[in-house]
C-alpha cells in the first residue's frame, strides 16, 4: 500500500483505494490519517484483489449506477454498494482484515 495525498482538500473525499495505492485528501497530512480510515480503505484493498482489480472497479460503479437509479440519491447509492457497506460495517474493528474470509463483500448484497 502506498499513500498519496493529492485529493484536494476542499473535496468531500477523505479518501480512497486505487489499487495499489491509497489516494488521501490533503488536508489530512497534518493531523494524520485515523486508523478507521486507513483501515476502511485497506478493505477496499483486499476487495479489489479478490476480483483481480479491473472487475473490482467495473462493479463498483455498475452498482452504483444501479442503486442510484433506484433510490435517485447518489450519497445513499454510494452508501448501499456492498463493497462499501463491508468496509463502513468492519473498518472499527482492529483485527478485521486478519479474521476476514475470501469473497466477504458478497454478505453485504441485499
Known amino acids: 500500500m502506498i499513500i498519496h495525498y493529492i485529493i484536494p482538500s476542499n473535496s468531500r473525499i477523505q479518501a480512497m483505494a486505487l489499487w495499489p495505492f491509497v489516494i488521501v485528501n490533503t488536508s ?9 480510515l486507513l483501515r476502511h480503505e485497506k478493505i477496499h484493498l483486499r476487495q479489489q484483489l479478490e476480483l483481480l482489480i479491473l472487475p473490482f472497479y467495473i462493479w463498483y ?5 444501479l442503486r442510484w437509479c433506484i433510490c435517485k440519491d447518489a450519497s445513499r447509492a454510494y ?3 456492498c463493497f462499501e457497506r463491508e468496509a463502513y460495517t468492519n473498518d472499527k474493528r482492529a483485527n478485521y482484515l486478519k479474521a476476514r ?3 466477504s463483500f458478497l454478505n453485504y448484497l441485499k
Open 61 to 65: 460503479v455498475a452498482e452504483w449506477l
Open 79 to 81: 452508501r448501499m454498494i
Open 101 to 103: 474470509r475470501l469473497w
Open 28 to 36: 489530512l497530512k497534518q493531523q494524520g490519517i485515523s486508523a478507521e
